[in-house]
């Protein structure tokens, strides 16, 4: 997983410095502009600065509203937990804790919706819990939904946004990457369409596995998106890295990705991609 | 018994055996092919043809220097994108010729650098999985050393995965752990210790199917491992193409048990 130089533009909720009592949780600093941004007005910006126009990283719960059809999204009914097979201490306790902070039960949110009035199913990753890392859940649940794609013969798209495979469940994690996998050359074999979208981040044992599976990739402009970190690549190399290394905009240079797609345009390029086959 | 972090020791030693030393006791017969027929030739991944008695294999295996200059032709055993493009091009041959493939696993990880993520590091890796997901021939793994990361997984989706007693498997290198988890990399010991990494702690996991003993000397070694193989290519050569493939695909679905969340 890969959390160093990823991990310094989350974004934080900060009080304005003015004297003004400004209720604490509505205003929010974009990482890029510096400037103060009513959560409002972001919100109905696609979570895009207005000023600057940066990306801020988007929840599973917003980007599923951004791209499913209001009221056609049913989750997936997967109640489930990892069993913590490294027995590490405070593993459980810190997952039981992000769920109540951050309102998610785990780094995927999978289920089968409508774009446009077309089914599909879809997996969108959660940065905010656990950098979007792939355990013994995530892993699961990703499974389990190209398995329903393939049985409901629908399209399959996924949003990446992911550190990577999650250390806390070891090699329980490195295997979720095989089983994922195997899953998508069903899916294939199925002559089934994959689309993935990649976002900001997408590293690791994601980037090595589905994430660069789509049969179609897109990406968000500028996101972050590799197999090693940029600081374990610094320190191999001992160089630092070049400008706009691992962007978007390099995978499509260099012919990994299929197109970089603005966030306000996504909903509609999905539903034509999936019209067009 | 040896602690985790003995067996890491173990794993690494320079003087330890690797693939080519393997291949050259285990099979009757061995040539080399080159090549990913699209820029490169990347020698931390060996490829080619082989023989024990008259059963016919694939190799693909990863390879480590013996001595400083070979370490600098292997890249230290770390593949480039190449390798695993060399690696997809061999499986896909096996499978036109229904050859089984034998893949030997020992690296510290796939390359972390600027060129192998601007050629695709994580493409490769995803691709040589997928491929291998779909191979309608027997795949059997044999872990001989350093099992580390996405590098080694890539050419490890396998119908049986066979663990050399020392041998470590991983998410990724314990210093590696240790500086993601606690902001430490000199904690690599205490990283060993809890990531259950040893061949057993694979068993445990029913990933790993075999084990073989390091006790005797490497020919004895050899022989076992010549042993295993041809019984558990006996064993797979029972099955149809499409039951290799749900036997595969039955294997890594089952990994990762979960419970209903309170």
């Known amino acids: 997983m890969i959390v160093d130089k990823i991990k310094k533009r989350e974004t934080k909720n900060i009080r304005p410095s003015n004297k003004v009592d400004i209720p604490v949780g509505k205003w929010v600093k974009c990482d890029k502009c510096k400037e103060i941004i009513y959560k409002e007005n972001l919100k109905e910006n696609n979570s895009i600065c207005p000023i600057c126009g940066h990306y801020f990283r988007v929840s599973s719960k917003r980007r599923i509203e951004q791209i499913i059809d209001e009221g056609t999204f049913e989750e997936f009914d997967l109640n489930i937990d990892t069993v913590n097979p ?24 999978c289920g089968i919706g409508e774009i446009n009035s077309t089914k599909v199913v879809i997996c969108v990753m959660d940065s905010n819990f656990l950098m979007g890392s792939m355990g013994s859940v995530v892993g699961e649940k990703i499974t389990y939904s190209i398995e329903k794609a393939i049985e409901l013969k629908l399209p399959l798209i996924i949003f990446c946004a992911s550190g990577g495979a999650r250390m806390q469940e070891g090699i329980i994690s490195l295997m979720q990457m095989a089983k994922t996998t195997e899953a998508l050359s069903k899916l294939d074999e199925a002559g089934l369409l994959y689309i993935s979208v990649l976002t900001d981040p997408t590293y690791g044992g994601v980037t090595a596995s589905f994430a660069m599976l789509g049969d179609i990739i897109l990406a968000e402009p500028g996101s972050m998106i590799g197999f090693a970190g940029p600081r374990v690549i610094e320190q191999t190399i001992g160089q630092s890295l070049p400008e706009g ?3 978007a905009e390099f995978l499509l240079e260099h012919g990994f990705i299929d197109k970089i797609v603005e966030r306000k345009d996504l909903k509609n390029t999905l539903h034509k991609i999936i019209e067009l086959q | 018994m040896k602690t985790a972090w003995e067996r890491v020791e173990t794993a690494r030693n320079p003087n330890r055996k690797t693939a080519l030393d393997y291949i050259d006791k285990v099979f009757d017969e061995f040539v080399e092919l080159h090549g990913d027929r699209i820029s490169k030739d990347d020698a931390s991944i060996v ?3 082989a023989r024990i008695g008259d059963q016919n294999f694939t190799i693909i295996a990863q390879q480590k220097g013996r001595n400083t200059k070979e370490n600098m032709l292997r890249n230290f055993g770390m593949p480039n994108p ?44 995803a691709k040589s999985m997928f491929e291998m997901s779909k191979l309608k021939v027997p795949i059997i793994t044999i872990v001989i050393g350093e099992g580390s990361s996405g590098g080694a997984l890539a050419i490890s989706i396998a119908n049986k995965i066979i663990m ?20 430490d990399s000199s ?21 790993v199917d075999k084990i073989i003993e390091e006790k005797d000397e490497f020919s004895k070694i050899a022989e076992k491992m010549r042993e295993e193989i041809l019984s558990e290519i006996t064993e797979l050569s029972e099955m149809s193409q499409n039951e290799l493939i749900e036997h595969r695909y039955s294997k890594f679905r089952k990994i990762g048990d979960y419970k209903e969340r309170n």
């Not at chain 2, 990531?195 to 068993?203: P, V």
Request: charge should be neutral.
């Open chain 1, 86 to 109: 490294l027995g590490l201490e405070d593993y459980e306790k810190k997952l039981h804790s992000l769920r109540e902070k951050v309102g998610v039960d785990e780094a995927v949110k």
């Open chain 1, 245 to 247: 290394f691992q962007t």
């Open chain 2, 47 to 49: 490829c080619g043809l």
């Open chain 2, 82 to 125: 190449e390798s695993y493009r060399k690696a997809i091009r061999f499986m896909k041959q096996a499978e036109k010729f229904h050859r089984p493939i034998i893949t030997f696993v020992d690296t510290k990880g796939a390359y972390p650098g600027i060129e192998a993520e601007e050629r695709g590091q994580g493409e490769a890796i």
């Open chain 2, 164 to 183: 050399l007693e020392n041998a470590i498997y991983s998410i990724l290198s314990p210093e590696g752990y240790a500086s993601i988890l606690w902001k």
């Open chain 2, 187 to 207: 904690r690599a010991q205490e990283a060993a210790e809890k990531m259950k990494l040893t061949a057993q702690d694979l068993h445990n996991f029913k990933i």
